[in-house]
């Protein structure tokens, strides 16, 4: 198991509401990432960072924000959660370089009602 | 434009036999990187092999293998000797301008 750790693991929350998914690794990896990922569908990347103060946006638009504050530490807030956000979030890291493994968080699976 | 196709939603196989998924990417670039994950049901995703483009030797990991076509912009993961424990989805990734771009993943089922 990797040492890429995400909570909670599974999250219902009414509409409106605010919330922050937790992304820690323990690797001292530069580089982290969010995924968006419905059930059996491909991964789509929303937010990534390269290091400490450095965020940017994905491919696929989100309403979401991150910040990278500690090397360890990769949040990503939602500031009015809406029944559209419903999926699963998977955080992930790697080393600098090109072309390193990702490894992969447990995902957090979010339910906006 | 980055794209990665799986173009087998699900595959099954018999135990023991071997299995191959089709992987295809399309990318301007020549250097870059290929990757096959699994991600067993409710556990975490994990590397099962790692290609460099401009490598010609297909990668080899135990009971995996690939195929790598530059040509035909092919990556294929052929799994040998099928255990219980593989059956996962599968995900081909493509790594280049220091992202990750992945495929819709194919179901594989192994059947004891």
């Known amino acids: 198991e990797a040492d890429i750790y995400q909570t909670p693991r599974y999250l219902v929350i009414g509409t409106g509401k605010k919330i922050t998914l937790e992304c820690s690794q323990t690797?001292?990896?530069?580089?982290m990432y969010w995924y968006q990922q419905d059930p059996g569908m491909e991964l789509h990347l929303i937010h990534y960072?390269?290091?400490?103060?450095s965020t940017e946006k994905g491919d696929l638009s989100s309403e979401s924000t991150v910040s990278r504050i500690r090397t360890e530490h990769f949040p990503l807030t939602l500031e009015s959660a809406r029944p559209s956000h419903t999926s699963q979030y998977l955080c992930?890291?790697?080393?600098w370089g090109p072309g390193n493994e990702q490894f992969f968080g447990p995902g957090t699976r979010l339910t906006v009602l | 434009a980055q794209t990665v196709t799986q173009s087998q939603p699900e595959m099954s196989v018999q135990e023991a036999e071997t299995v191959t998924l089709s992987c295809t990417y399309d990318?301007?670039?020549?250097?870059?990187?290929l990757f096959w994950y699994k991600q067993p049901p409710s556990r975490q995703m994990i590397l099962v092999i790692r290609?460099?483009?401009?490598?010609?030797q297909n990668a080899t990991e135990n009971r995996f293998s690939v195929n790598f076509q530059k040509a035909a912009k092919s990556f294929s993961l052929k799994i040998s000797d099928s255990q219980l424990g593989d059956a996962a989805m599968y995900f081909c990734?493509?790594?280049?301008?220091?992202?990750?771009?992945f495929g819709s993943g194919t179901k594989l089922n192994v059947k004891p």
């Open positions: 690797m001292g990896h530069d580089k």
């Open positions: 992930a890291s790697s080393r």
């Open positions: 990318t301007s670039e020549s250097d870059y990187y």
């Open positions: 990734a493509l790594y280049n301008f220091n992202k990750f771009y």
């Open positions: 960072s390269y290091g400490v103060n």
């Open positions: 290609q460099e483009a401009y490598k010609q």
